[in-house]
């Protein structure tokens, strides 16, 4: 964030087409928000936070819903059932109790991430199970920062044009899509059903581009590897270290090497 929020400013747009927490999104001021992810769930999350929405959700971090069988039958309700609300509150007690904190969709769009609560004892080394964090602070900024604010939410491909009307001098464009892999053996990132392409990731530097040439600053981030530095060569990049949140094991969550492009 330290490294991003210098480049990207204060605009009159801020456009975010891969909206993921929205945690950038939160860090700056802009006049006007275009706020997206393609995921329905996180779509149906931003959407959803309201005063009662949060208690509601609040109800199911019980101890009770805190074992490997209750996660089971909830994840189980959430991929059948489809009432947008309901499957918001599910889909933030499943990201919370899943195994570090993974979105993750099979070929069916079903939610498929384990169980993730139970750890060992750093001293014992017997097995225990850690109470997962209800971010009901975080869900109350989330809704006093975006109700006071010219927000509009969108459930969309970062393709779509719809995203980019009205674009210019002033406005900027982050995007943070699945990135490209850090190594020959790596695989995209999947984050919904549909995946992401290396056939995509072309259509977006292709996209930057053209929004560049609309006078909006454009600003990616993405792994720093040959094929992003070829993908970007038109951009300004810099490239910074950036520490993995997930991995299986806390000990092997070293830094990596990413960049950010800009185009202006």
Known sequence: ???LLPHIGSPKKYIEPFGGSLSVALNINAEEYILNDINQDLYSLYTNVDEKFVNECKELFTDENNTKEKYLELRK????????RERAKL????NKHAFNGLSRYNSKGEYNVPY????KDSKTGEKK???AHFPEQELNHFRDVFLTQKVNFFNTSFSDKSLYQNIGPGD???FDPPYVPASETASFTDYAKEGFTYDQQIQLAELAESLCNRCAKVIISNHDVPTTRELYKNAEIYSIQVRRS?????TSRKKVNELIAVYQ
């Open 129 to 131: 199970i850690n109470k």
């Open 172 to 174: 900027v464009v982050y």
């Open 91 to 94: 889909f933030l007690y499943l």
């Open 77 to 84: 309700l959430f991929n059948t059932i489809k009432d947008c």
């Open 246 to 250: 997930i991995s299986a094991n806390k």
């Open 1 to 3: 964030m330290p490294d």
């Open 116 to 119: 993730g609560r139970i750890a």
